[in-house]
């Protein structure tokens, strides 16, 4: 499974930035997908999945309200939809894929693509 991940940039404060991650690979599933993001000096935490089958999603306390995780079934893309962004989301942004236990659980996933970097000036 290969997954690439783009949309990154500078936005400012209040602004909105859509993220995609497309997906390729006869090994792909279908199964979760999530996003992730690492600040510098911080360590790489969960923002948010969602789960192919019926579209359940599950967000970070952080992004709820304002992040949005969405699929294209026909592109095999997963989008995360960042409005109000605030200077605490600047990060690199990672996507992966099939997750073997826990959705929000770095450790889990199975693959990654190669991260888009979101900064956001206040």
């Known amino acids: 499974v290969q997954l690439q991940a783009f949309g990154g940039g500078l936005v400012q404060a209040g602004g909105p930035l859509r993220l995609s991650c497309a997906a390729s690979?006869?090994?792909?599933?279908?199964?979760?997908m999530g996003w992730f993001r690492q600040a510098p000096g911080k360590e790489r935490e969960f923002v948010a999945a969602?789960?192919?089958?019926?579209?359940?999603?599950y967000y970070t306390d952080s992004v709820k309200g304002r992040f949005t995780i969405s699929t294209d079934n026909a592109k095999n893309t997963v989008y995360l939809q960042m409005n109000s962004l605030k200077s605490e989301d600047t990060a690199v942004y990672y996507c992966?894929?099939?997750?073997?236990?826990?959705?929000?659980?770095?450790?889990?996933?199975?693959?990654w693509g190669q991260g888009t970097l979101v900064t956001v000036s206040s």
């Open positions: 992966a894929a099939d997750p073997r236990w826990d959705y929000n659980s770095d450790l889990s996933y199975t693959y």
């Open positions: 690979g006869r090994t792909f599933s279908r199964n979760v």
């Open positions: 969602i789960r192919w089958s019926d579209s359940n999603t």
